[in-house]
């Protein structure tokens, strides 16, 4: 398998394999950048079809990790792992302590935190082998999960959009498409919900559907519809590359902001979503509310401090759509650049530790300009 030739390949730092024969853990973290301190990103458990998808999907998510920090004003760089296999069938306390032990191969330049596929008490399951985890608190109202801080950041972010795009200051009566009713749509869409939002759901799982339709009053609607809806706004926060040829051909809704990371399929699709009109929210900037939660939850910053950063989303989000209007460019380039402006050629005073000599060779595979 090529890593270096990849197509998703970014000059990531760091791309390690890591395969376990007795707990059957399969798993691949990748390190993209870690100018501004130690690569911090969620820890997704997901039944790939390959290998190769699985590999793709780590190199993206890291690179976003990198940006999504960056562009946030937080002192972190980007990074992420993957365990290949189901979450629902797979996921064993011995293969948890086998992950713990990978990250902790890598000494500190890896930091892990909950995903999709994984829960606070996994991450915890992951700790008793490694201490370079966070989103674990037993004091914090959620146990340290910062997935209810990620969905009021979308909550934010979505306001903004909605009122830069539709001059709209409240959110009675919009009409919002919230595609996947997860740990994170759900909750935002119990917050556009208590804001008077109108929502129509779907999502691969019926029970996640019939919660948001038996506790919000939500219109159900299967998944390929969920994009031609007549609606205000489209939330995307299930997977990624969700942003596609087939996908834009359908939207209607002049606002696109949502949780999921990645959405647009390729680069050029953002500029298909400026042609019609459609005002882009790039997911890194909209979805950062649990990296910032996150970040406090190690810094020991306040619950005050967090809530004002996690607003001035709207605020990064605004300075991206004057300068793309400025400009006549995306808002997702837009975004990089701002994202680059503040990593680029920047070095933390932070110190990467030294290079980690494996026990066991044979089992873990790496990529790496520096250990």
């Known amino acids: 398998m090529s890593v270096f030739s990849h197509a998703e390949f970014d000059q990531h730092e760091h791309v390690a394999f890591f395969h376990d024969k007795q707990s059957g853990l ?10 501004l301190g130690p690569a911090l990103g969620g820890c997704r458990m997901w039944p790939y079809a390959n ?8 190199l993206r998510l890291s690179k976003g990790m990198t940006y999504k920090s960056a562009v946030a004003n937080l002192k972190l760089g980007g990074g992420k792992a993957v365990i290949i296999g189901d979450p629902h069938t797979q996921k064993t306390d011995a293969l948890l302590h086998s992950m713990g032990e990978f990250i902790d191969s890598l000494g500190g330049r890896y930091i892990t935190a909950e995903d999709s596929g994984t829960k606070v008490a996994d991450i915890a399951k992951i700790g008793a082998r490694t201490s370079h985890i966070s989103g674990v608190m037993a ?36 009409k919002v498409a919230v595609q996947g009713v ?13 804001a008077g939002a109108e929502l129509y759901v779907s999502d ?18 299967s998944g390929d519809d969920i994009f031609g809806l007549d609606v205000d706004v489209f939330a995307p926060c299930a997977m990624g590359a969700i942003l596609n040829d087939q996908t834009l051909k359908q939207l209607r809704a002049p606002v696109v902001a949502g949780a999921a990371n990645n959405q647009l399929a ?38 005050v401090d967090l809530a004002s950063h996690v607003a001035g989303i ?35 005073p932070w110190q990467a530790p030294c290079s980690v000599t494996e026990d066991d060779p044979a089992a873990t595979q790496s990529y790496s300009k520096s250990a």
């Open 266 to 303: 390729e680069p050029r699709h953002a500029e298909m979503l400026r042609d019609k009109g459609i005002l882009y929210a790039p997911d890194y900037v909209v979805n950062a509310g649990g990296i910032i939660d996150v970040y406090f939850q190690r810094s020991g910053g306040s619950q």
């Open 182 to 194: 997860g740990n994170v749509g759900f909750r935002l869409a119990n917050h556009l919900k208590e």
């Open 26 to 35: 399969k798993a691949i973290i990748a390190i993209h950048n870690t100018n």
């Open 139 to 174: 004091c914090n109202e959620y146990g340290g999960d910062p997935s209810p801080t990620t969905a009021f950041g979308v909550f934010v972010g979505l306001k903004e959009a909605v009122s830069y795009r539709l001059g709209r200051s409240d959110l009675q009566g919009l």
């Open 51 to 58: 290998d190769e998808e699985a590999l793709c999907d780590v």
């Open 204 to 221: 691969i799982f019926s029970q996640n559907v019939e919660r948001a339709v038996s506790q919000l009053g939500a219109t159900a609607v």
């Open 314 to 348: 709207g605020e990064t989000l605004h300075e991206i759509f004057d300068r793309s209007e400025a400009d006549n460019l995306p808002t997702s380039v837009l975004a990089d650049r701002v994202a680059k402006e503040r990593f680029e050629n920047v070095k933390s």
